[in-house]
Each structure stands twice: as structure tokens, then as C-alpha cells.
């Protein structure tokens, strides 16, 4: 599964866009929010992380032909 730049992105904005929010009317439920948003695009990559892991570790089994070990 490729990262899914577009949801990336627009987590980012959110997150950013709500930290604006809190600064601006010093209202902690924004800062939430603005954290929320932020932990979200995490995980997003740190799925893409493992994916690509995997990926690389089935890669480097079927070039040497250890499948399984």
C-alpha cells in the first residue's frame, strides 16, 4: 500500500490549521484537536514504514532464496 499523500497532506492541514486556532483564541479543545490530527499522519507513516519493510524483507528472501527462514 503506497502512502496516501493527498490524506497525508490534508491530516497536516488540519493539524495545522486548528494549532492557528488555538493560538489565535488560546482555547485548549484546538490544541486537541491540532494533536489528534497530528498523531493521525503518524500512523499513516509509520504504516507506510512497515509496508515497505515487509516489502523489502520478501524482496531480499526470494533474491537469496530463503523463503520461510
Known amino acids: 500500500m503506497a502512502l496516501d499523500h493527498d ?3 490534508q491530516l497536516l492541514s ?3 490549521a486548528h494549532a492557528d486556532r488555538a ?3 488560546n482555547n485548549p479543545q484546538h490544541y ?3 494533536f489528534e490530527f497530528s498523531l493521525k499522519a503518524m500512523r499513516l507513516l509509520a ?3 512497515g509496508n515497505w519493510r515487509d516489502a ?3 524482496a531480499t528472501e526470494e533474491f537469496q532464496g ?3 527462514i
Open 66 to 68: 530463503d523463503e520461510g
Open 47 to 49: 504504516e507506510e514504514s
Open 23 to 25: 493560538a489565535s483564541e
Open 7 to 9: 490524506q497525508f497532506n
Open 32 to 34: 486537541q484537536q491540532a
Open 14 to 16: 488540519e493539524a495545522q
Open 56 to 58: 523489502v524483507v520478501r
